[in-house]
């Protein structure tokens, strides 16, 4: 079946630190990868996604790679800022079904 | 651009009443739209996908008759919770999508409390 794993439930970070958050995932054929950030208050916000096994994406300095090989997508960003403190959700499609990984806190101290 | 929006934002209902959301898609065609149900820990639970020209679909621990949906088409669509009991509370989340492996765009979410 399909899964998505995201085995950080929180991060806690300093302003301008670096930013990983684990993504794996598990499916059959050519699925797309998305990374998705919920603020409080607000529902899921696409932030960045990618098509195609092997490429990038990015957005707003966050960056993700899928990679087939490993069946990762993890997520990254060189410097935070207080106001990226939000819940990440790795998610993968595959034709009709969406699978929401289940969450990262990111906190970002000033 | 594309948005969807959902309302109410938040509702509170009496034990045992039963209360509808709505969902609407603006600024793009939608050809499948589901509802979520987001609990207090985060994680997402699907209740039913419907999609153009298909039966909706609800996902198991979730049923017709206790969350009956609705749309006279795909841009439009409502949910009710029947008979809401406390363990029904959550943010309820309304994706719609253009195309098979698009992204989703969710509206803000009907946060219902049971009282």
């Known amino acids: 079946g399909n899964s998505v794993t995201q085995m950080q439930g929180q991060v806690t970070l300093s302003e301008e630190e670096f930013l990983f958050i684990n993504c794996t995932y598990s499916?059959?054929?050519?699925?797309?990868l998305f990374w998705y950030v919920q603020y409080p208050g607000e529902g899921p916000q696409l932030l960045l996604k990618?098509?195609?096994?092997?490429n990038k994406g990015s957005s707003r300095g966050f960056e993700a790679t899928y990679d087939k090989g490993t069946t990762s997508f993890h997520l990254q960003k060189a410097s935070v800022q207080e106001s990226d403190s939000a819940v990440y959700y790795c998610?993968?499609?595959?034709?009709?079904?969406?699978?929401f990984g289940t969450g990262t806190r990111l906190q970002v101290l000033p | 651009g594309a948005l969807v929006y959902q309302y109410p934002r938040r509702t509170i209902c009496k034990s045992g009443t039963s209360m509808r959301m709505e969902c609407q898609a603006v600024g793009f065609q939608a050809t499948s739209v589901a509802w979520y149900r987001q609990s207090p820990q985060k994680t997402f639970e699907l209740i039913a996908l419907s999609t153009v020209n298909s039966a909706i679909k609800y996902e198991q621990n979730f049923t017709q008759e206790k969350f009956p949906i609705s749309h006279p088409n795909l841009s439009f669509s409502s949910m009710t919770v029947l008979n809401a009991y406390l363990e029904d509370r959550g943010l309820y989340l309304c994706?719609?999508?253009?195309?098979?492996?698009?992204?989703?765009?969710f509206g803000k979410g009907t946060r219902l409390t049971v009282v």
């Open positions: 990618v098509t195609t096994a092997n």
């Open positions: 499916t059959t054929g050519y699925p797309t």
């Open positions: 998610v993968l499609t595959n034709t009709n079904k969406v699978v």
């Open positions: 994706g719609a999508r253009e195309t098979p492996n698009t992204e989703v765009f």
